[in-house]
């Protein structure tokens, strides 16, 4: 099963993104950390939201790639395989996996944390993009 990923793609941008390649100074590295500040804040969300888990809110990463065209934030991984499943990927509200010390599989509920830290911050995550979308200009 994937990572649960999620992903602010404004790649739309390209004429944006080719100015910023041929920029002189600082506008791109600017442009690229202030699109990171915008995944740490849903990835700090998210964490905070999937404090029960010991593994999973260390396995959230923010990946920013492009000249900041594309920002990801990821759970799950070796460290934590367990994310995605409990994210309820899919629109599952339960997941089943097996108790090893029983040889049986129980059900869970999922408990999802990056869908809902996406939503509660999607406002000021476009706020903020087009703040450094306008610094830039």
């Known amino acids: 099963m994937a990572a ?6 404004v790649g739309g941008l390209k004429t944006l993104s ?8 600082n506008l791109s590295k600017n442009f690229k950390a202030a699109m990171r ?9 998210a ?10 809110p260390g396995s ?14 990821k759970a799950g991984g070796p460290r934590a395989p ?5 994210e309820g990927l899919g629109g599952k509200s339960t997941f089943r996996h097996p108790v090893f010390t029983r040889k049986v599989w129980t059900v869970e509920k999922t408990r999802p944390f990056m ?5 509660k911050n999607l406002d000021r995550a476009v706020e903020m993009v087009a ?7």
């Open 4 to 9: 649960p990923v999620l992903g602010v793609d």
């Open 18 to 25: 080719k100015t910023l390649k041929a920029a002189e100074g």
């Open 37 to 45: 500040k915008v995944g740490q804040m849903v990835a700090d969300d």
């Open 47 to 56: 964490k905070s939201r999937a404090n029960w888990s010991q593994r999973i």
């Open 60 to 73: 959230i990463k923010v990946t920013v790639t492009g000249n900041g065209s594309r920002v990801a934030v």
């Open 82 to 86: 367990h994310a995605p499943a409990y």
């Open 115 to 119: 869908v809902p830290a996406l939503q």
């Open 131 to 137: 703040d450094a979308i306008d610094n830039i200009l």
